[in-house]
């Protein structure tokens, strides 16, 4: 356990963020969930849509440091082409 006034702080501060960014990738996980079962279902529009809805919410997860910038385009690049595939 920290001793120190500035390492118990850090601890304070570090739960705080690792609960907002599990928040943050939980949303993320839930966008691309509905682009799935969208695909699962085979409406390529539903599908459209939901990946419309899904990528700013990527894109926000890069610019708030919770995922690689090449991870979040890879993800997105293949689930654009297993829309266009249907």
Known sequence: MAN???ALKR???T???TAVNGNRIGRI???VKKVETAIAAGDK???ADALKEAQPEMH???TKGVL???TVS???SRLAQRINAL
């Open 68 to 70: 690689p910038k090449a």
């Open 60 to 62: 926000r997860g890069v």
């Open 11 to 13: 601890i304070r501060q």
């Open 74 to 76: 890879r993800k997105i």
């Open 45 to 47: 529009n539903a599908a």
């Open 15 to 17: 739960e705080r963020r």
């Open 4 to 6: 120190h006034k500035s």
């Open 29 to 31: 996980r839930t966008f």
